[in-house]
């Protein structure tokens, strides 16, 4: 099992910045690919950065590309998010993931395990 707690999210005006965080705990052999998604109100999961935990590959959607930022810190078991130039549309509930097994999927499908979520919201 890998449990995963996010923080960071909150209110923000365009082209504000913020930082989301996940901390994991668990098993580490559930790691292998670490993820973020969005939920938009009325709209599907939408896949946001993906992160491998050895090697620290990476891999965004074209959406956020030049925007947002996913990193890994081994030491502290944590995975980030930084947000800059944030828009109106940004606003959802973002979800850290983990045991994905193709840093270049989109599929939530791949993923085993999932936080509870925080929510951004980006005011215009």
């Known amino acids: 099992q890998v449990q995963l707690v996010e923080s960071g999210g909150g209110l923000v005006q365009a082209g504000g910045s913020l930082r989301l965080s996940c901390g994991v705990s668990?098993?580490?052999?559930?790691?292998?690919?670490m993820g973020w998604f969005r939920r938009a109100p009325g709209k599907d999961r939408e896949f946001v950065a993906a992160?491998?935990?050895?090697?620290?590959?990476?891999y965004h959607a074209d959406s956020v590309k030049g925007r947002f930022t996913i990193s890994r810190d081994n030491a502290k078991n944590t995975v980030s998010l930084r947000m800059n130039n944030l828009k109106p549309e940004d606003t959802a509930v973002y979800y850290c993931?983990?045991?994905?097994?193709?840093?270049?999927?989109?599929?939530?499908?791949?993923?085993?395990?999932w936080g509870q979520g925080t929510q951004v919201t980006v005011s215009s």
């Open positions: 668990g098993r580490t052999t559930n790691r292998y690919v």
């Open positions: 993931a983990a045991g994905g097994r193709v840093l270049t999927t989109a599929h939530s499908d791949e993923y085993d395990y």
């Open positions: 992160i491998t935990w050895t090697t620290g590959s990476t």
